[in-house]
């Protein structure tokens, strides 16, 4: 489930915060529920998911049969309009995937293949591959930046 960067839809505009409802397995007892899984948050827009994800409730299923909880891995943008950032974070098997380095342009800063300046830092996500990663460098970017809101 790792989805190409070219799909982030900043071309568009802006990153609305999405989500889309997919059935998973439990990994310990197999059974099969419908879990929300959020592929972009906005800051702004959605401040109640920033809150959710602090504190460890986005893209973790927990099983309505035998209460197992498990990260759900799927790759997630988080984007604060006002601050001027966003972090992605992707899944660490991505690293191994020809498909998703074809993605970015082969040159450092890493930047979205085909996203050049006229989206700014939008081409730019400072990337990350684990979800603590994600918080801990939202948590950082919004004490070090401005908020212009
Ligand atoms: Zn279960």
Wanted: proline share 7%; glycine share 8%.
């Amino acid at each position: 489930m790792v989805d190409a960067p070219n799909g982030l839809g900043a071309k568009e505009g802006g990153h609305m915060t999405l989500a889309a409802s997919e059935k998973l397995d439990c990994p310990r007892c197999g059974h099969e529920q419908e879990v929300t899984v959020w592929s972009t948050i906005n800051a702004q827009l959605n401040p109640e998911l920033r809150t959710m994800l602090f504190d460890g409730h986005v893209n973790v299923a927990q099983c309505e049969e035998c209460g197992f909880s498990a990260p759900v891995g799927a790759p997630l943008l988080y984007h604060d309009m006002q601050r001027h950032f966003c972090v992605q974070f992707y899944p660490p098997q991505a690293i191994e995937s020809d498909e998703f380095l074809g993605g970015f342009e082969r040159s450092y800063p890493v930047t979205i293949r085909g996203m050049l300046e006229e989206v700014g830092y939008l081409a730019r996500p400072h990337l990350v591959f684990a979800m603590d990663d994600l918080v801990h460098c939202v948590e950082f970017l919004e004490r070090l930046l401005p908020d212009d809101g």
